[in-house]
């Protein structure tokens, strides 16, 4: 055991010193600067709930240290299964937005060499579907490219400062990791393409998100992940 290391106040396991939330329950720690009650009046004689410069209250002056840098300064608890849902529909309709010019392409396309293959087979059949034949191989590369669009979006915006998509940024959610800090690009890529197992799951792994004790998706389990409010 480190001599940093200490102990949850909830329920008592170890966690490391500079952990936000602990790995078990995901109870704020000690140490860690949760954001003040909105209109809370400080006790008599205590620091205001304002980090930065000296705040005198009564005969006591203190000087606040400024708050660190991650989630849990602004920890409002754990986000459920329906503001998720909400942030997932918000995110599916820019995503849909950023993807329709592939498709207007495709479909655009596909209808152009429908209609010169129609063409081409009323004279020679197999003329025709030589003709239709480069337009179904466009199917599979919209198809990869919309996985590429998905990735970087999401991985792209949760291992940013905002900390979560589009969506989550509109509704006050931010990712964290186990110690309430930003995710790395490899981090969040791991998460997103562990939303794949959901799929096998029948989505259960995303209702899972409604039930259990840190609001964590099978996603977030593997790749330990907090979803919080801000």
């Avoid at 410069?53 to 986000?79: D, K």
């Avoid at 063409?119 to 919209?142: E, K, Y």
């Avoid at 931010?174 to 799929?199: C, E, P």
Wanted: glycine fraction near 14%.
């Amino acid at each position: 055991m480190n001599s940093s290391d200490v102990y949850c106040s909830q329920c008592g396991t170890r966690n490391e010193g500079h952990a936000a939330f602990c790995v078990k329950c995901g109870a704020l720690q000690a140490g860690a600067v949760a954001a003040p009650a909105a209109n809370a009046a400080p006790a008599y004689g205590t620091a205001a709930p304002v980090y930065g410069g000296p705040q005198v209250y009564g005969s006591s002056s203190l000087v606040m240290q400024p708050a660190p840098p991650n989630a849990a300064s602004y920890f409002r608890g754990y986000a459920g299964f329906w503001i998720r849902f909400l942030a997932i529909f918000i995110d599916g309709i820019i995503v849909g937005i950023i993807f329709a010019p592939l498709w207007f392409f495709f479909f655009g396309a596909s209808f152009l060499g429908m209609l010169g293959a129609a063409n081409a087979g009323a004279h020679h059949p197999r003329a025709g579907a030589q003709a239709i034949m480069p337009f179904f191989a466009l199917v599979p590369m919209i198809g990869l490219g919309g996985m590429v669009i998905n990735w970087l979006y999401e991985a792209w915006l949760t291992s940013s400062p905002k900390q979560g998509t589009l969506g989550k940024m509109a509704l006050g959610l931010k990712v964290v990791d186990t110690n309430g800090n930003r995710l790395s690009f490899l981090h969040a890529t791991g998460r997103h393409f562990a939303k794949m197992i959901n799929g096998f799951t029948f989505n259960i792994g995303y209702m899972m998100a409604g039930f259990t004790a840190r609001k964590q998706g099978l996603h977030d389990l593997i790749a330990g992940t907090y979803v919080i409010k801000t």
